[in-house]
């Protein structure tokens, strides 16, 4: 991605920059934005890939406000900023990572949070690490609790079918029986 730290550097942005998920408010679903924000609320203002606003911050803080305020006064600005590549100091620090099974490598000016990474990643401490081992064996438990979980959920999905088809049985043979012993028509009813 490129643009955050343009944006973070340009507005003398002190909170937490990232890129990330934002749900835009129009269609419920997330799209990839330069987000400004805290530990609390990651997107208090979301700025698109495009350069567009997103989604505004009101009131209540004033750097917030003024960032706001300064992104408003010169749109062109704004859009120039994140459509530029981003330049880091340095030859950057080697982090690692997981997604799903997948181990992954990037680089960032400073390790750890509330950091980024330079493709603008927050680095959450149980899920980055400079030592790429220690990610590999994160990866593998997560992987593993996350597995034993979805088994907790199908047993328990399991035990209650189980349950619910015997009571169904149970009720066929009431209704089978009340027809063998009352064969009479009926007068209405289901």
Aim: proline share 2%; hydrophobic share 35%.
């Amino acid at each position: 991605m490129m643009g955050w730290k343009n944006v973070k550097d340009h507005y003398r942005i002190t909170h937490i920059v990232q890129v990330s998920k934002t749900d835009n408010g129009r269609d419920g679903g997330g799209v990839d934005a330069i987000c400004i924000g805290s530990s609390y609320i990651r997107d208090l203002i979301a700025i698109g890939m495009d350069g567009s606003i997103l989604k505004r911050y009101e009131s209540g803080n004033e750097h917030l406000e003024r960032y706001m305020r300064e992104m408003d006064a010169d749109l062109d600005v704004l859009k120039r900023l994140v459509l530029s590549p981003d330049t880091f100091a340095g030859d950057g620090i080697t982090v690692y990572t997981w997604e799903g099974a997948e181990i992954l490598e990037k680089q960032c000016e400073v390790f750890g949070w509330p950091n980024v990474t330079h493709d603008g990643c927050l680095m959450y401490e149980n899920t980055f690490s400079l030592n790429k081992s220690e990610v590999i064996f994160r990866a593998k438990r997560e992987a593993k609790l996350r597995m034993k979980s979805a088994q907790e959920v199908l047993d328990s999905y399991q035990k209650k079918t189980q349950e619910m088809q015997e009571y169904l049985d149970a009720c066929r043979l009431q209704l089978d029986a009340l027809y063998a012993d009352y064969p009479e028509k009926e007068l209405g009813g289901i």
